[in-house]
């Protein structure tokens, strides 16, 4: 959904707006590929955070927390390693970590974010993180997104990148972002990094509930595999370089936010999109709920199961498999109303089996994107939500991979 | 767990206590196969029943669960389909398969239960359970207890049935029981069939909560893929056929309790064991919770968590996913107190990676069941839970098999 006021930029990233520099080097975290990010602004900014709500929250969630409320510099991202689960060494290592960033690009120690993917429980190779941060910020430039934007990577098999213009009175400013995936993806802020940058000049008062909203309804609404990592955040740094500045007080705004809410919903598909062994995107549109949070439930509910799951694997039209979710999810409904469409084909009404053409079923179910209409018939409340199916290959990355 | 006032009968079932017949028929629900089983005693009885929670419960709960207050003389199951989602026609459906019971049987149609299991949504082929009925109430027998165990089946290898004889002062009494499973068990409401028997006399007002009890101990401990089924419930029936009556006061109530609690215990094991696609029983002990409610929302919490699931699956010691799911089951707890043992080889302590030997852990995860032990160190209240891993199998089974 574009419109006239912003566009898409094909290539960009989240170094495209003004001020921002980014890269992206190998330091031998991982045992192969890029693994240390690294963004930085000249000019102070201010940012906005969302965090993930798991207890075991590793110390860069924490240290992060703290940090958005201060002028901010940089972001540090090391993919390879999920620092958490690690006790005292673990807050010793992600503020050694912000401190080297902070002596190589001069800034304040307060001003720089850090985040961390990967394995659980091991000590990251400081050492390691010593020589590639000194790599990192050698390195940084304003085409270094896609460098960034490869290094946080764990199990995708693709870097995620956006960038939006935005044409205001007095000039032009941009939105930028990148972010990572795969696995450990769930509604529940959404289990995964991303970070955005904007070269607007805007209060942190106002970016926070911006970057809450939209990722209320973008990372918020996707899910993998139902869990909350330690170590997800969604991140934004606005630095003013553009000269726009964003006011509390007309469109400007709402169209700000909205921008916003669009790099964000790009980005949370390409997440599921990219999930692991994912094979179907099931594009779960709630309908006449009472209110917000029990169209929220009744999707993650229905995208959670994995009875769901493997019948979108399957390409089953096994619409009794969603009642069998909707009926678990713990909120209160009428069965007797609830209509079901895979597609446009309608497979129960009233909560009721329909006799349908299977034959119409399977072709929406070959698709890679499967459109699902639940209608509660309850109240106005409607929102959209992205799963994903669960493959063998799911279960084979899962099998293996040690995070 | 055996002792001096009882012993398992290695080859009974359901129909083992005095007075209990059985049958199971082949009648056409399925493609092939037994597919509808019939339990009757001439004496009428005493119920007790513990039924699912999903708001899309086929009418066989609807109607069950008003009957099990009345004096009960049968116990209709089949397999094949589930009666679910059918409108009014699945109530007038479940209504005719007690009739017609009745008739066979020269009972009260309300003396009659009926459950069923299979695919959600279609029609039950009433002219083959009409002949099928006909039929099993002419093969009801004592010995029939493995047709009846046979008939009830889905997706489940082999059958499950248990038998326990009790010895008390003037006589003894036997307490059998089958049960199916496989698919959608969950441990809120086991989310499976279990019908237990027994020849004592007892009131309904004794044997309901005893029937609770031991169902919150053992079917509401287990889980296989974290869904309700629309089908579900634990049942108990009391003939009274042994001439022992069990009164509230006196030790005889505690001993008919723990046995009954037992016989749970040893089907919903098989349950587990036998749940689809699994490779692993992973035996959760949760200790050191501050209540019973905690203890049991962490150990669904692990347990249903699929990248817990996969890691077992690969036989990986990944404890921090353990931890990642710990952090996300939504109740408060210390991270920095919790101890984590897979068999006897600690893998963590207060909340941080302790670096332990491959080798041994490896050799634990190999087994067929392993053992794993949470001690939140927050109190006094513990609870073992069982679980399984998620194979390709399992993704096999459920992509293909329409329920």
């Not at 607007?200 to 918020?220: G, M, S, Y």
């Not at 995107?281 to 994995?306: E, F, H, Q, W, Y």
């Amino acid at each position: 959904m574009e419109n006239d006021y912003y566009k898409k930029l094909p290539q960009g990233g989240v170094a495209s707006p003004q001020g921002w520099n980014a890269s992206g080097v190998a330091c031998g975290i991982k045992e192969s590929g890029r693994d240390l990010g690294l963004l930085y602004t000249e000019l102070p900014g201010t940012a906005g955070g969302v965090f993930t709500s798991n207890l075991f929250a590793s110390p860069t969630v924490k240290l992060s927390r703290e940090r958005i409320a201060n002028r901010v510099h940089a972001q540090v991202v090391n993919s390879g390693n999920a620092n958490a689960c690690m006790g005292e060494q673990g807050y010793k290592d992600v503020r050694e970590m912000a401190f080297l960033a902070a002596e190589h690009l001069r800034v304040p120690e307060e001003s720089v974010l850090v985040a961390s993917t990967g394995v659980i429980g091991q000590a990251l190779p400081m050492e390691n993180v010593k020589a590639g941060m000194a790599r990192a910020a050698g390195e940084l430039s304003p085409e270094g997104g896609i460098d960034a934007a490869n290094a946080i990577l764990t199990t995708d098999t693709a870097a995620k990148q956006v960038a939006m213009q935005v044409e205001e009175e007095g000039g032009s400013y941009l939105v930028g972002g990148m972010a990572k995936g795969a696995g450990m993806i769930c509604p529940n802020m959404a289990t995964m990094l991303a970070f955005l940058t904007t070269d607007v000049q805007i209060d942190r008062e106002l970016l926070q509930p911006a970057l809450q909203h939209a990722a209320d309804q973008t990372f918020n609404l996707i899910t993998v595999d139902g869990d909350n990592s330690t170590n997800d955040m969604v991140i934004v740094m606005a630095n003013g370089a553009s000269g726009i500045k964003i006011n509390r007080e007309g469109p400007a705004y709402q169209r700000f936010c909205s921008v916003l809410q669009e790099a964000c919903r790009e980005l949370s598909y390409r997440i599921v999109d990219d999930g692991e062994g994912v094979t179907k995107v099931i594009a779960l549109r709630v309908k006449g709920a009472p209110d917000r949070g029990t169209a929220r439930t009744v999707a993650r509910a229905i995208l959670n199961s994995v009875l769901v799951k493997t019948a979108f694997y399957g390409e089953d039209a096994n619409w009794g498999r969603i009642f069998m979710a909707l009926g678990n999810a713990g909120v209160d409904f009428n069965p007797e109303k609830v209509d079901l469409f895979i597609g446009a084909v309608q497979v129960a009404a009233q909560g009721r089996g329909l006799s349908f053409s299977e034959e119409e079923a399977a072709a929406v179910l070959r698709c890679r994107e499967v459109p699902v209409t639940l209608d509660l018939n309850m109240g106005q409340e409607e929102l959209l939500a992205w799963g994903t199916d669960l493959s063998h290959d799911y279960v084979s990355i899962n099998g293996s991979y040690r995070s």
